[in-house]
């Protein structure tokens, strides 16, 4: 019996990604990375301070995870009062699924 | 049990984040203060008239706090919040962004709430405090003069504890704070003393 495989289909996820990020100062960074660390799919978030002025902070983010969506990233990011300025690294793992 | 938990987490992030804890405490006493002073007046001033009967007492008291409460929190609140969009309007323009539906808008409306509050119940209720001998006095369980003496050892009271409370705040000595709230409401307490006085003569 031959049993014909469909090809599996080639799925990407995002399972790291480095975000420059201006911030307000408040919340602090220990609520602001335990906010980010709040997401769906996120396992790990590290926060870096890297310029502070009277109202802002300008931060670098790491979130690691698996298939990280970065619009819900986005969108947590601007109701807590911080902007991505831009996506400095990414790193996105090919995930194959076998079609039934 | 978690939902509350949740609520009170949300609070303390919003009282971190509006910086309105300091605020609160400056209100809070400086509220109560004007409460237990009035209350102070009304019952000295009272006493300088020869008042006896309780009920004109409480219904003058209540009026005070009346008053007192809704001007606290009104004021407060509209004060608060003039303040509260400049510094989101100062926000919005260090982010270059809108601060809409944010954590800082929702925190700023906490604030807002929060000071009306302080300022609204603070003195209301150290006035109230106080009348509470005059209230008994009026179901026959005490007499006036017992209600005079009574109402003007809470008064007192109140300013004490408030001073120990800044005391505390302050982390110098508690006693000698309490000390000096004590000694302004002497001041009122001498001058009433002394017109009741002369007006007796």
Redesign the interface.
């Known amino acids: 019996m031959n049993s014909r495989r469909k090809p599996s289909k080639v799925q990407h996820s995002i399972k790291r990604v480095v975000l420059d990020v201006?911030?307000?100062r408040?919340?602090?960074l220990p609520?602001f990375a335990s906010t980010l660390c709040s997401l769906p799919n996120v396992e790990d978030v590290k926060v870096s301070l890297v310029e502070i002025d009277?109202?802002?902070e300008s931060v670098k983010v790491t979130i690691e995870g698996r298939n990280i969506d970065l619009d819900n990233v986005q969108k947590l990011m601007?109701?807590?009062?911080?902007?991505i300025h831009s996506i400095d690294e990414v790193v996105v793992q090919k995930e194959s699924s076998i079609n039934p | 049990m978690e939902s509350l938990n949740r609520i009170i987490s949300r609070i303390r992030l919003y009282i971190k984040i509006t910086h309105i804890g300091e605020l609160a405490r400056r209100y809070f006493v400086q509220n109560g203060m004007d409460g237990s002073m009035t209350a102070l007046g009304i019952i000295l001033g009272s006493w300088a008239a020869k008042v006896e009967e309780p009920f004109v007492i409480v219904m003058a008291g209540l009026g005070a706090c009346l008053a007192m409460g809704v001007s606290g929190f009104f004021g407060a609140y509209i004060t608060e919040k003039a303040e509260r969009r400049r510094i989101i309007k100062d926000l919005e323009e260090s982010i270059l962004s809108d601060l809409n539906d944010s954590l800082q808008q929702s925190a700023s409306e906490f604030a807002q709430t929060f000071a009306a509050l302080i300022c609204g119940l603070s003195p209301a209720l150290t006035a109230i405090i106080s009348l509470i001998p005059f209230i008994i006095s009026m179901f026959g369980d005490l007499t006036i003069w017992s209600s005079y003496v009574i109402s003007t050892i809470i008064a007192f009271s109140e300013l004490f504890a408030l001073g120990l409370f800044l005391g505390h705040v302050a982390r110098e000595r508690m006693l000698t704070y309490g000390l000096q709230m004590v000694v302004a409401g002497m001041i009122i307490a001498f001058i009433l003393l002394a017109i009741g006085g002369y007006g007796s003569i």
């Open positions: 201006l911030k307000l408040d919340p602090p609520e009277q109202n802002t601007k109701n807590h009062g911080a902007v």
